[in-house]
């Protein structure tokens, strides 16, 4: 043979056809695990394997195929009851796709399957991609492959007729072989005589929208000729279409490799409840016969919308029931949140306040004066004082007589934490603020020092903070300054109800338990006493 030639050689018995830089493997007929199994290469001068053969698990592995391997080799068994010998033919070409080592022939018009015969590689059970070509080339994508490298043919014409090849590609330990079998087709004399059947739909469910357009497809074999006394048409559970409006189809022949397919469309207009899960069946009558293919509506399932809907909503609702509930019961919330703060949180450093308010009261006649005095000096301090330990500068309690009193009202009130200014109605509100001089309260239509003092730091250093409460009813703001108008504007005021004659003073504490909630609301959170006891 001329170097680098492709000649082709056959053996005596069960010829191989192979190509050179494929994977082949030779198993031993019937060589079982208790046989001993022998293999040579005849024509070599001491039967010893060419390079690149060699023997793995009593079968002949060709890693790959070189145009070398040509030749002959024998298996020799040797058992219990005695020894055998076959021989192999391996011949060898140069092509992508060796020649054929076998010829099947099928009858025009059959739907056969061409098995991929590789069952030496199927053996080994590694991951495969298995691909298959006619005369070389990639087969038709309508041929359909199965996971044993079966290839199925639709009903076969004479176009069908060629070399099919079979190859399987294999990674074997980091490296990627392909093994290739070739088979001929060829067509018989034979008739053959197919009954029209359905393609499609075998058994389908289609999922649609109640109220929407559906149209539904059928595909049917009719054979290889439109002269057939076929036809096709729909019911919908057992009910021709002509009785729903909805409904309408029509179907016309295809053809498809020399064969002939029918091709029917049931449309519906408007999808009813009462086409939903109900057989749908497409019908191919012949002279022969009749077949049917089903398919089945089914309506969308929206319940994971319906349930994602369903959470949001709830979710918002919930957001919105707790902002309403934190809003309608913050005062209630914060207090609570204050009072488990004092079991389980830190203790604070002292802020260096001595009061937690500067009490001031601003009122017109002498009536006012006694109320607010009564207020300012006995209600306020027992409710804050005594219970729950605030500490209070009050003036007219607490001021010491010969003081220089601006300078000492304005380092108290810089000593404080809040301020609570009392107001109560006036009978000629416009008269507040008209005089220029600044008293100590001498004139009661005016704002006192202390407020005009602490109204200034609290609107230009945010300190101290501002705490309004009217007693004695309404309050007419359009007289006061633009300060207190602000402040009413910005966070209103605490209104304290006054008892109605012959109350007792603890049934008036009790009828103003939201107004002790909400002056405790605005207090500082922890009173300064406490502080002070931090070492």
């Not at 809003?327 to 009061?355: C, I, M, N, W």
Request: glycine share 6%; proline share 5%.
């Amino acid at each position: 043979m001329p170097p680098g030639g492709c000649e082709s050689h056959s053996g005596e018995t069960d010829t191989y056809h192979v190509s050179v830089g494929r994977l082949f493997l030779l198993r031993c007929h019937n060589a079982d695990a208790h046989v001993n199994v022998t293999w040579s290469n005849e024509g070599r001068h001491n039967l010893s394997l060419p390079t690149g053969v060699e023997v793995r698990d009593r079968s002949l592995w060709f890693l790959p195929v070189q145009m070398s391997h040509n030749g002959t080799y024998t298996c020799e068994k040797r058992g219990v009851t005695g020894s055998s010998r076959m021989k192999y033919g391996v011949s060898v070409s140069c092509g992508e796709c060796p020649d054929p080592s076998e010829t099947v022939s099928i009858t025009k018009g059959a739907s056969e399957g061409l098995p991929c015969k590789q069952k030496e590689i199927f053996r080994l059970n590694k991951t495969r991609n298995i691909r298959w070509m006619k005369d070389c080339r990639p087969v038709d994508p309508s041929f359909s492959v199965d996971e044993n490298g079966v290839m199925r043919l639709p009903p076969a014409t004479e176009k069908d007729a060629g070399k099919y090849t079979c190859l399987v590609d294999i990674s074997l330990n980091g490296r990627k072989y392909t093994s290739a079998r070739s088979t001929q087709l060829t067509f018989n004399n034979d008739t053959f005589s197919a009954e029209p059947y359905v393609v499609f739909p075998q058994q389908e469910v289609v999922v649609v929208e109640v109220g929407t357009r559906v149209e539904l497809k059928c595909e049917a074999y009719l054979g290889f000729s439109e002269d057939l006394e076929v036809f096709m048409y729909w019911t919908v559970d057992g009910n021709y279409t002509e009785e729903h409006e909805e409904l309408s189809e029509s179907w016309e022949p295809t053809h498809k490799r020399g064969v002939v397919y029918g091709q029917s469309t049931l449309s519906i207009s408007k999808v009813q409840w009462w086409f939903l899960n109900v057989p749908i069946c497409c019908h191919v009558v012949s002279p022969t016969g009749g077949k049917l293919g089903f398919v089945r509506l089914q309506e969308a399932d929206h319940s994971a919308l319906y349930t994602s809907v369903t959470l949001c909503l709830t979710a918002s609702l919930g957001f919105l029931a707790l902002v309403a509930a934190f809003l309608f019961f913050k005062v209630e919330l914060l207090l609570a949140y204050r009072k488990l703060s004092t079991h389980f949180a830190k203790q604070r450093a002292p802020d260096g306040k001595l009061y937690d308010a500067y009490v001031s009261g601003l009122h017109q006649d002498t009536l006012s004066s006694a109320e607010m005095a009564s207020f300012a000096l006995q209600i306020l301090p027992e409710e804050l004082e005594n219970k729950h330990g605030y500490s209070l500068y009050i003036r007219g309690r607490d001021d010491c007589p010969g003081q220089a009193m601006h300078d000492a009202i304005a380092a108290t009130l810089r000593q404080c934490r809040k301020l609570i200014i009392i107001l109560s109605p006036l009978e000629n509100p416009s008269t507040y603020g008209k005089t220029e001089e600044v008293p100590l309260c001498d004139n009661q239509n005016q704002l006192c020092y202390e407020q005009k003092v602490g109204l200034y730091d609290s609107l230009t250093q945010n300190s101290p903070r501002v705490i309004l409460v009217e007693i004695g009813g309404p309050v007419d703001y359009s007289g006061l300054s633009e300060s207190l108008r602000y402040i009413k504007r910005k966070q209103g005021a605490l209104k304290w109800k006054k008892p109605s004659f012959g109350t007792h003073r603890l049934t008036t504490l009790r009828s103003n338990r939201n107004f002790w909630k909400s002056m405790r609301y605005h207090m500082p959170s922890v009173p300064s006493r406490s502080l002070r006891t931090i070492v």
